[in-house]
């Protein structure tokens, strides 16, 4: 079973908006962190949102004002409302969960596979 699994990316003009997800499968434990990271062609992943298991969110200068984090603890889900995106918001979404397992005591920091934005101008 894959732990951290997002959804939600695709294609959209310049100004418009979408959601990301990202599931964390029932086999994770005491969620603590959830984030969201991206990654564009040539460039390093960089941090975009995080939000802790009590609601606190820190942003990147790039993204505040413009996207929301926010979490679903009872469907151990994450969310990324991405509004007003702009061309250099593209790259492959990333999230990230730290967490302990069933199968893992200590917290260890689980990734999904990725999903693609792409922000056409």
């Known amino acids: 079973q894959v732990p951290v699994v997002e959804s939600g990316g695709g294609l959209v003009q310049a100004g418009g908006s979408l959601r990301l997800s990202c599931a964390a499968s029932r086999s994770l434990l005491n969620i603590n962190a959830m984030s969201w990271y991206r990654q564009a062609p040539g460039n390093q992943r960089e941090l975009v949102a995080t939000?802790?298991?009590?609601?606190?969110?820190n942003y990147a200068d790039s993204v505040k004002g413009r996207f929301t984090i926010s979490r679903d603890n009872a469907k151990n889900t994450v969310y990324l409302q991405m509004n007003s995106l702009k061309s250099e918001d593209t790259a492959v979404y990333y999230c990230?969960?730290?967490?302990?397992?069933?199968?893992?005591?200590?917290?260890?920091?689980?990734w999904g596979q990725g999903t693609q934005v792409t922000v056409s101008s």
């Open positions: 990230k969960v730290l967490a302990r397992s069933l199968y893992v005591a200590s917290y260890t920091n689980y």
């Open positions: 939000i802790t298991s009590d609601g606190t969110t």
